[in-house]
């Protein structure tokens, strides 16, 4: 319980300070300060955003469905939070005398628990745009689940060309055979930029945020929420960027592994500084992508998911699966 309760605060600790990140690395890339009023070096900017969507007026479109309309956002926090219930974020840490397991729970089908409750993303979506009553928020969450159920399909191909070469579903498991620098991206290469560049997509980040096309829709599904309500979207795309990031790390590189680090105390302790490293940096690597590449047209996105990333997902499983059938025999 103790667990869930310091992995829940460490998630929305990072999705707050994520927005500051992401902001001071446009800065650096646009050549400006950004946010540094707020606090020494701009730290406390992220307690202000939050002040500001708690104290802001909290609207309602006369039209709206009332009930889903509120159902939306949380329900959107609420699968984006559960997301990271299966993710080992170290072996096992010793205090007082007392093992403690680094995992909130570790299910023999863990990479399909992250997989259904992603999928269950698109609802929290899809009822938030349909609820405000506005055919641009509409328009909006067409485009993103349309987006997320195409880019889901070739990340699940990704995912089973994993699965065939490990053997297993548990990500614990899968970390555990990455010791050292066994890390599976070595043997699959090309499922890693394919599952990399799929979870761009699902995280509606640039260039694949067509959901929220400024130009074109406002603010896109989220445009008729205001206060607290759009912070809980906005909140959401943040953890679910850190959970990205996070399997990406375990799935592909090792999760808490690392040369050198022995299985005692040290690597206890060590096990979760390494695997929160590997998933800043990926986090970086999102904001950096953002902040570099243009905006994809809606055609273009679709075509590159269904007709690259699809085909290209199921030579990748395909090969995965004859070389692990050459190699057992």
Request: aromatic content about 22%; hydrophobic content about 45%; charged content about 10%.
């Given at each position: 319980m103790l667990l869930v309760l310091v992995l829940f605060v460490i998630t929305l600790t990072v999705a707050a300070y994520a927005t500051f990140g992401e902001r001071k690395v446009a800065a650096a890339m646009q050549d400006r300060v950004g946010p540094d009023r707020a606090g020494p070096f701009g730290l406390l900017q992220p307690v202000a955003d939050g002040i500001k969507f708690f104290t802001k007026e909290d609207f309602m479109p006369n039209s709206a469905e009332r009930w889903l309309y509120i159902l939306a956002p949380g329900s959107f926090m609420f699968v984006a939070c559960m997301t990271s219930a299966v993710i080992p974020w170290g072996t096992e840490l010793t205090l007082f005398g007392r093992p403690i397991a680094l995992q909130v729970t570790d299910l023999n089908i863990g990479i399909l628990y992250i997989m259904g409750f992603t999928s269950l993303g698109v609802y929290g979506i899809m009822i938030g745009g349909w609820a405000s009553n506005n055919k641009y928020a509409l328009y909006g969450a067409i485009r993103a689940s349309a987006q997320m159920i195409s880019y889901e399909l070739a990340m699940g191909l990704a995912l089973i060309a994993v699965v065939m070469l490990t053997g297993t579903l548990s990500l614990k498991e899968m970390a555990e055979q990455q010791a050292g620098l066994n890390w599976n991206v070595w043997y699959q290469p090309l499922g890693f930029l394919l599952f990399f560049i799929c979870a761009l997509a699902e995280c509606n980040r640039a260039p694949f945020d067509m959901a929220e096309c400024e130009?074109?829709?406002?603010?896109?599904?989220?445009?008729?929420?205001?206060?607290?309500?759009?912070?809980?979207?906005?909140?959401?795309?943040?953890?679910?960027?850190?959970?990205?990031?996070?399997?990406?790390?375990?799935?592909?590189?090792?999760?808490?592994?690392?040369?050198?680090?022995?299985?005692?105390?040290l690597g206890g302790l060590m096990g979760p500084i390494v695997m929160f490293a590997k998933t800043f940096f990926f986090i970086f690597v999102f904001m950096w992508i953002r902040w570099t590449l243009p905006r994809f047209r809606y055609d273009q996105l679709m075509r590159l998911g269904w007709k690259t990333l699809v085909p290209l997902a199921i030579v990748n499983m395909l090969l995965t699966g004859g070389g692990v059938l050459w190699l057992g025999k």
């Open positions: 130009t074109e829709l406002i603010g896109g599904y989220h445009t008729e929420y205001s206060s607290m309500k759009l912070g809980l979207f906005l909140f959401a795309e943040y953890i679910n960027m850190f959970v990205a990031c996070a399997v990406i790390a375990t799935v592909y590189f090792g999760g808490y592994n690392f040369p050198g680090i022995d299985p005692g105390w």
